[in-house]
């Protein structure tokens, strides 16, 4: 028997619960791989899971848990053996299929990368599903033009998940990075970070019908959308991009019109980490171990236990949460 953190429905209230339980290998789906979970974390979409689920979770009772890494147990599959140090983030697994909260997983070895070179378990997850994401969104970039030297570059939802690693990341290439928050407080972690300023989430609160503002980014990574998204897209410098991966702020790009598309040729790219393929995956977690500095990823952890998660899940949906949860599962 080990530990699992189960979310389960109750029929007449249809009221959600979550906490830790003793289940046994049986009760997990059927997969190919079974991993001994070391770390799994906590982010916006577990948060969800841990409370009424929100069309997410399929079927109750649920283990959530969007990311995890640890070691294999047992596979039928040839690309994995016992021993192997695997990552997972992503494909529904947390939502669909059971995830990372508990002592033991069993997933398909497709949704599977290697440990990669240079990071720990705890490390990789200390990354995770929000900084795998920030990293494919500054990979985004990039391939859009992006390099140092044409401008400050905006991080908005700056103090939460992916904005602490997108952060880091870009200014770790050498990027001028203005990380938007909305705890002023966070200033001296986000300083730590590499932040060039900091920027009040305050300026980007008005709806405005203004065609465009003053160009002043070079490129965005935006975890918020809304309004501010809206605002952002009219001060894009001509021919940069933003890179749109949540929606924190509001599933509507409030305010916005066609103009910075059409007169400063401004690119919205979508980016989604679930459904990555192997090889794009396999080279963001390559760039991640060698454009993150480590003492920056560290700065960005806060630990936590299995007990600590319904807690932590309702946090991170009130945008409490700072930086990278890591939860170790065993302790
Ligand atoms: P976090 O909660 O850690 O960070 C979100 C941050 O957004 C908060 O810390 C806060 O930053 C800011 N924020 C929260 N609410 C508001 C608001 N109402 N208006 C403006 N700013 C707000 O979440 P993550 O970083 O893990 O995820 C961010 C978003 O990205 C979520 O929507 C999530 O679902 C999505 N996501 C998408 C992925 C993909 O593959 N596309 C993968 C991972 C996440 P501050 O306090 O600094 O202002």
Known sequence: MFNALMVDKDAESGKTSAAVKQISVDDLPEAEVLVAVEYSTVNYKDGLCIGPGGGLVRNYPHVPGIDFAGTVEASSDDRYKPGDKVVLTGWRVGEAHWGGYAQKARVKADWLVPLPDGLDTRQAMAVGTAGLTAMLAVMALEDHGLEPGRGPVLVTGAAGGVGSVATAILAHLGH???????????????????????????????????????????????????????????????GTSVAAIGLAGGAAIEGALITPFILRGVNLLGIDSVMQPFANRERAWARIARDLPMDKLEAMVEPATLSDLPRLGADILKGQVRGRVVVDVNA
């Open 176 to 238: 001028e990075v203005a990380a938007v928050t909305g705890r002023p407080e966070q200033e001296a972690y986000l300083k730590g970070l590499g932040a060039a300023r900091i920027v009040a989430r305050d300026e980007f609160a008005e709806v405005t019908r203004k065609p465009l503002e003053s160009e002043v980014w070079a490129g965005c990574v935006d975890a918020v959308a809304g309004v501010m998204l809206g605002r952002v897209l009219k001060q894009m410098k001509y």
